[in-house]
T-cell receptor, first 111, second 114 residues
């Protein structure tokens, strides 16, 4: 079965500390992985996707097919990074609209 | 461009009633997807429409249905409401043509079933 697991419901770090949000997936084919973010009182929005291999707001994520993981990392957390983060998957080359989401991790960055 | 809009933003219904939610995609976008968000189950895919045709469907009962109009606006309908249908319903749109398209989400409609 296709599944995305985010093992941490809440992650709390201090400003300036490194942060890693974990995401593991279960998928038999070739997946496309995403990280979405939802800041307080804002809409869900795309943060980054694995095929772009880019860094957005200092965040990076590498797809590890061997460990079926797509962890989100940032070397120095900022208070404005506090938000809900969702990892999502879809079949590579498949329809854009059919995303499978993890249950999300709430990141809290303390001053 | 204006973002994805959803109406109404809040809705209260009673068990057994039916409800229709509306989504207007970003201008030029032809794909509209619907998701249900609950504290217990998280974000779950309901269905996707592209050019007035349902392209994908999630694992929801037949009480959940949708449609898309020629202007790409979409509606979803839930009949015979149950308490468990209380949720935030999110709509997302994308151009719909390329496999690298980004989905843009609306603010959601908060449905409460009493």
């Amino acid at each position: 079965a296709q599944r995305v697991t985010q093992p941490e419901k809440l992650l709390s770090v201090f400003k300036g500390a490194p942060v890693e949000l974990k995401c593991n997936y279960s998928y038999s084919g070739s997946p496309e992985l995403f990280w979405y973010v939802q800041y307080s009182r804002q809409r869900l929005q795309l943060l980054l996707r694995h095929i772009s291999r880019e860094s957005i707001k200092g965040f990076t994520a590498d797809l590890n097919k061997g460990e079926t993981s797509f962890h989100l990392k940032k070397p120095f957390a900022q208070e404005e990074d506090s938000a809900m983060y969702y990892c999502a998957l879809r079949r590579y080359g498949g329809s854009q609209g059919n995303l499978i989401f993890g249950k999300g991790t709430k990141l809290s960055v303390k001053p | 461009k204006a973002g994805v809009t959803q109406t109404p933003r809040y809705l209260i219904k009673t068990r057994g009633q039916q409800v229709t939610l509306s989504c207007s995609p970003i201008s030029g976008h032809r794909s509209v997807s619907w998701y249900q968000q609950t504290p217990g189950q998280g974000l779950q895919f309901l269905f996707e429409y592209f050019s007035e045709t349902q392209r994908n469907k999630g694992n929801f009962p037949g009480r959940f249905s949708g449609r898309q109009f020629s202007n790409s606006r979409s509606e979803m309908n839930v009949s015979t409401l149950e308490l468990g249908d209380s949720a935030l319903y999110l709509c997302a749109s994308s151009p719909g043509q390329g496999s690298t398209d980004t989905q843009y989400f609306g603010p959601g409609t908060r449905l409460t079933v009493l």
